[in-house]
């Protein structure tokens, strides 16, 4: 018993040792980076600075919009016309509002049957 005491607290001096020597590092290792940044090292700076992407996208600006008119107006995308939802149409939020549920139709043929 009293050795497995000897070798838990041998473990334990250990790892507070290292424990101090990580913390020792990291300070130093911050000390040097601060004053490096602080004297305007440029090596420094370049590692720092965001990199700069020149690569041109796969895709062309045509497409692009396509996408987008396809994700985010997908009723368009498909020819259905929302009548009436453009600035100063005369509808309010109650005209828009759809019954919840299951088993109701989409929101564009509510807007076709005038609902």
């Known amino acids: 018993m009293l050795y497995m005491r000897a070798s838990l607290l041998k473990k334990s001096t250990e790892c507070k040792r290292d424990e101090l020597s990580v913390r020792i590092l990291s300070t130093r290792s911050k000390a040097a980076f601060l004053d490096k940044l602080f004297n305007k090292n440029p ?33 368009a995308a498909r020819g259905v016309q929302l009548r009436g939802l453009g600035l100063g149409s005369g509808l309010s939020a109650r005209d828009m509002a759809v019954p919840l549920g299951r088993n109701q139709p989409p929101l564009e043929v509510l807007l076709q049957q005038g609902a």
Request: hydrophobic share 35%; with cysteine; net charge positive.
């Open 43 to 75: 090596e420094l700076h370049a590692m720092l600075r965001q990199p700069k992407c020149t690569q041109p996208t796969p895709l062309t600006q045509p497409a692009w919009n396509a996408f987008f008119i396809q994700h985010f107006r997908p009723s």
